[in-house]
């Protein structure tokens, strides 16, 4: 029998509280980290993706990725369009409207290959309009920070990987979970 792996997507009715986290024993964690990994903990959980493979995370760059969903077509969001804020491993946060393939709602499979697409062109505008040279940080694999468009910091899109996405219901805006 094959072993399902569970991917949970949330959403939220209050806006995040960025000092709302904080906690002493993970001060050894800079503020963006700690930021970055507690930003789920108060979230309703409204839809779970089920993946045959062990791996925890869909890689941004591998459109194997998707062959993993169990039900690649389960519609998740049934909205023509919807807003989805862009902010790992960026200097800041961009939104972005993005369209159903159909114009009608969002299929598993397709809500994961737009947010790949819209990662592609961030690093791809990144790389046209930045006047510092992409390339490692010395004796790292971290990517060094550009000042381009989106000022990407960290990692370069061949880390990133998708691990949650949940919703804001008062701010009608879909967050992503990006982990490296």
């Known amino acids: 029998m094959e072993q399902l792996i569970q991917r949970e997507l949330y959403h939220t009715n209050e806006h995040i509280d960025d000092d709302k986290y904080i906690s002493d024993d993970m001060q050894h964690l800079t503020q963006r980290e700690f930021d970055h ?3 789920y903990n108060n979230y309703e959980k ?16 591998n459109s194997n990725t998707i062959n993993e969903l169990v039900s690649p077509n389960n519609i998740v969001i ?12 960026l200097s800041s946060s961009f939104k ?10 969002f299929t598993e499979c397709d809500l994961i290959k ?3 697409e819209r990662y592609n062109y961030i690093y791809s505008e990144e790389e046209k309009t930045t006047t510092i040279p992409i ?4 004796n790292s694999w971290n990517r060094n920070t550009t000042n381009g468009t ?6 370069h899109i061949t880390d990133l990987c998708l691990h949650s996405i949940y919703y804001d219901e008062k701010l009608d805006i879909y967050y992503l979970g990006i982990d490296s």
């Open 37 to 39: 990994a507690n930003e």
């Open 46 to 61: 409204i839809l779970v993706c089920e993946f045959k493979s062990l791996s925890n995370n869909i890689s941004l760059t």
């Open 78 to 89: 049934d909205r023509e369009d919807i807003i989805i804020e862009y902010n790992y491993p």
């Open 96 to 105: 972005f409207v993005e369209k159903a393939p159909n114009g009608k709602n």
């Open 114 to 116: 737009t947010i790949m």
């Open 135 to 138: 390339g490692s940080i010395p």
């Open 150 to 155: 989106y000022g990407i910091w960290g990692h």
